[in-house]
């Protein structure tokens, strides 16, 4: 039988740097890629549903789940991260929201190459 290279397709241990600036100051984290699954899982912890008909996202779960997941190190204590998240502000938060993928629209430009 004969076996194809898997290895593009596997998620890997790679853990990259990101850094947020903000107010003159530099935030270093450290952040690791979460496999399909592990995001499903994340999502499916913050679907509701109203009225039996509208699907609801609560985007602001996402994204603290997420973070608790993907986050190897960040500015704060990473046991912390719930309660930091709920209290930065805004204009800060935006800029964290460019380490987080979009739970509601998967990534369009690779599933127009399928």
């Known amino acids: 039988m004969n ?25 270093n984290f450290k952040i690791k ?3 399909w699954t592990k995001i499903n899982s994340i999502l499916s912890k913050c679907i509701n549903y109203e009225n039996k008909k509208n699907v609801v996202i609560d985007k602001s779960e996402f994204d603290i789940l997420y973070l608790k997941e993907a986050l190897v190190e960040a500015p704060w204590p990473k ?5 930091f998240l709920t209290r930065i502000t805004p204009e800060f938060g935006k800029k964290l929201e460019a380490l ?8 369009d430009d690779e599933l127009k190459n399928l």
Do not use: F
């Open 100 to 107: 987080i993928p979009n739970p509601s629209a998967p990534e």
């Open 79 to 83: 046991e912390q991260t719930r309660m």
């Open 3 to 27: 076996q194809q290279d898997l290895s593009s397709i596997l998620i890997d241990d790679e853990i990259k740097d990101a850094t947020i600036e903000h107010d003159g100051k530099e935030y």
């Open 33 to 35: 890629k979460l496999s």
